[in-house]
């Protein structure tokens, strides 16, 4: 289905107009097309669309169109789950408002100094995206003004109510004006949702892009399996298919570290990912998801929404979800872009109700396989092709990116190709570097020098 480009959309000036094409922006996603006009035309909207569809530029495009860059007061507020997709959120947001000068946007979570944001705030901004709880403790201190707010963005929607949010939401919906236009964007929009969050809106348009995923470039497959016998089929699916990074889905934080527990006592290098681990920890874990030294993220679905991942060889569902729009967003992890994608779904005999509901969504029967026609082990599992060197040191002693990689292929000897990803944070920088040369790079790098100074260092444990 083709879709219009963004020059159709009349209100749109003409240098918005061409930073979007200069950006790649030229025909205009599903959910773009239907609800930038309702956007624009300045109504309420209620958005179900999945994760990738486009959503943030949709949003975005709105909250600029109708900004005024000389007025320094807070006039669009997007409110995220997780700090990853605040950040992620805040970069494309940056990227949309190129094309006008001197809009200010500040990214606010939970996790990092209160103090930094204060003083930002005493500076200014025209756009704050950040976490509920976070964007809550600033209201209590007085730090933040909402009272000129235009536009509210409630992104991932359903994830926030599920995460306990819901105080924190309403407190923030009360500080901003009666007379603004709220946006709201969620996977899934179940009654519960829809019953909470109707007071925040106003008459709203209702647009939803199905969340189907072609079967051309995901492959699905379901294997029966027995209530205990989850955790070996997870890992005899690793073992056959080897892919280098995958997401394993568990219903529940204690299956998630209990699992991740087992596949690491095999050999693979794998992390539990849930709710309540402190930001440090999440940060830390998805990073070395992120940068392939670890190779299975082992997540319950709060825990993983608003991750920034782009290649995913395979998705594991090791319980079947009992929403069905939550098992079509899971799956729709893989298989991004371009890319060939795997679904490999484990379902016991008291699961069987769920899959069909799949079976419905999809309008037409799932495929089974046989666990015992799975390629036998052979020998200990294949370990991340990374591992992520931490340095105490970032951007507080000036350190770049490109330092690092002067230093690793300078001094140490490295090739290019054996350095992955570089992050620098605050007061922290990770590197990944190729498993085989990360022991010798270690020495000589703790051993010498960065920008004519001594770090200490150390490898982050899978």
Not at 39 to 59: E, V, W
Not at 366 to 388: I, S
């Amino acid at each position: 289905m083709t879709t219009p480009p963004f020059s159709t959309l009349s209100l749109l000036s003409p240098a918005m107009l061409s930073n979007l094409s200069n950006l790649g922006y030229h025909n205009m996603t599903a959910i773009q097309a239907q609800s930038l006009p309702v956007i624009l035309d300045r109504h309420d909207l209620i958005a179900q669309a999945k994760t990738g569809s486009g959503k943030t530029a949709a949003f975005g495009i709105g909250i600029l169109h109708k900004l005024n860059p000389s007025y320094f007061a807070i006039q669009g507020l997007v409110l995220c789950p997780t700090r990853e997709l605040a950040d992620q959120v805040g970069q494309e947001l940056r990227r949309l408002a190129r094309f006008t000068d001197n809009v200010k946007i500040l990214t606010l979570c939970g996790g990092s100094p209160m103090g930094p944001q204060i003083g930002s705030l005493e500076h200014g901004a025209h756009i704050v995206v950040g976490t509920p709880g976070r964007i809550r403790d600033h209201i209590g201190r007085g730090s933040i003004d909402l009272s000129k707010v235009q536009t509210l963005v409630l992104d991932e929607a359903d994830r926030m109510v599920d995460m306990g949010f819901y105080e924190e939401i309403s407190g923030i919906v009360s500080a901003c004006p009666a007379r603004r236009q709220t946006l709201l964007f969620s996977a899934t929009y179940p009654d519960d949702i829809r019953k909470a969050s109707a007071e925040f809106l106003r008459n709203p348009v209702e647009v939803k892009i199905e969340a189907q995923h072609s079967a051309n470039q995901i492959e699905q497959r379901f294997y029966p399996v027995t209530a205990d016998g989850r955790n070996a089929a997870v890992a005899a699916l690793l073992h056959h298919f080897k892919p280098v990074s995958t997401i394993a889905f568990c219903n529940t934080k204690i299956h998630c570290r209990e699992l991740a527990e087992q596949l690491r006592d095999q050999g693979f290098s794998a992390v539990a990912l849930y709710g309540d681990l402190e930001q440090r920890e999440r940060d830390e874990i998805l990073l070395q998801f992120a940068n392939q030294s670890c190779s299975v993220l082992v997540a319950t679905d709060v825990a993983a929404r608003g991750l920034d991942i782009q290649s995913l060889d395979a998705v594991i569902n090791v319980d079947v979800s009992k929403d069905t729009e939550v098992h079509i967003h899971r799956i729709g992890r893989t298989g991004r872009g371009h890319a060939q994608g795997l679904a490999l779904n484990l379902c016991a005999p008291n699961e069987k109700k769920w899959v069909r509901l799949i079976e419905e969504y999809q309008n037409g029967p799932v495929t089974w396989f046989d666990l015992e026609a799975l390629t036998p082990a052979d020998g200990e599992a294949l370990p991340a092709p990374m591992v992520t060197l931490c340095i105490m040191g970032g951007k507080k002693d000036k350190l770049r990116p490109g330092d690092l990689l002067g230093a690793l292929t300078g001094d140490v000897g490295l090739k290019k190709e054996q350095v992955g990803k570089i992050n620098v944070f605050e007061f922290m920088t990770y590197v990944a570097l190729e498993r085989s040369i990360a022991q010798h790079a270690f020495r000589r790098l703790s051993s010498g020098n960065i920008k004519g100074r001594q770090f200490k260092m150390r490898f982050l444990s899978e």
